[in-house]
């Protein structure tokens, strides 16, 4: 089982729609949990962290579940800029923990 | 308040020759994280340090890579008698405080072509 393992996609979806991405992960004692996304050829860009209790920013909702070692991310009223590679992201528990393990990400494309 | 940068952002280099990558991370932030992407994967990390000091290098080869953090100047990532399979995007991320909760912002990454 992969460390870190998301839908490929693509998912192609028209504005104004409201899309969802789950990722699941296999090590049980990780601690701290991310979205990233990243454009094409550009860095990753922390879009929130995930907090045991879910959390939200505007349109993004972020969800956790640790029984299930599953993570989510809505997206509502998705907009042409939303277009991006979103990238689930899991602590290393048990190293040093300062070491992040991506998982190869969820391409969304917005279409007007 | 700068981000984190990196120079250069594309590097080509011949087989056989070093290529030499820095980074300085945000402003305040002492922790450095190297990444590298290869074409149509993840992120995988490589190496984590603080300055002066190499916390984690668990994902670094074992040999031509190495990393540092001195206590003056940017942290550099260097690799010896490239080849071809190191031709990748070598992203460099630092963070403010250390241990899990940490929040890695990155910089625009170096792009190594060997040919």
């Known amino acids: 089982r992969k460390e870190v393992e998301q839908d490929p996609g693509p998912f192609n979806v028209p504005e104004g729609a409201t899309v969802a991405f789950n990722c699941t992960y296999s090590n049980s004692a990780s601690q701290s949990f991310f979205w990233y996304r990243q454009d094409c050829r550009k860095e990753p860009k922390l879009l929130m962290s995930?907090?045991?209790s879910g959390n939200e920013d505007g349109r993004f909702t972020a969800q956790l579940n640790r029984a299930s070692q599953y993570i989510s991310l809505l997206i509502r009223d998705s907009k042409l800029s939303d277009s991006a590679t979103y990238l689930c992201?899991?602590?290393?528990?048990?190293?040093?923990?300062?070491?992040?393990?991506f998982g190869k990400g969820t391409k969304l494309s917005v279409k007007p | 308040n700068a981000g984190v940068m990196q120079n250069p952002r594309h590097l080509v280099r011949r087989r056989g020759q070093e290529a030499r990558l820095r980074c300085s991370p945000m402003?305040?932030?002492?922790?450095v994280y190297w990444y590298r992407q290869l074409p149509e994967e993840g992120l995988k990390f490589m190496v984590y340090l603080q300055k002066e000091n190499i916390i984690d290098e668990s994902g670094m080869p074992k040999e031509r890579f190495s990393a540092e953090f001195p206590k003056e100047g940017p942290s550099i990532l260097r690799i010896q008698q490239v080849v071809r399979g190191d031709s990748a995007a070598y992203f460099c991320?630092?963070?403010?405080?250390?241990?899990?909760?940490?929040?890695?912002?990155f910089g625009p990454g170096t792009r190594l072509t060997v040919l």
């Open positions: 992201v899991v602590n290393n528990y048990g190293g040093s923990q300062g070491n992040l393990i």
């Open positions: 995930v907090y045991s």
């Open positions: 991320a630092s963070s403010l405080l250390a241990g899990v909760y940490n929040e890695q912002f």
């Open positions: 402003k305040g932030h002492s922790h």
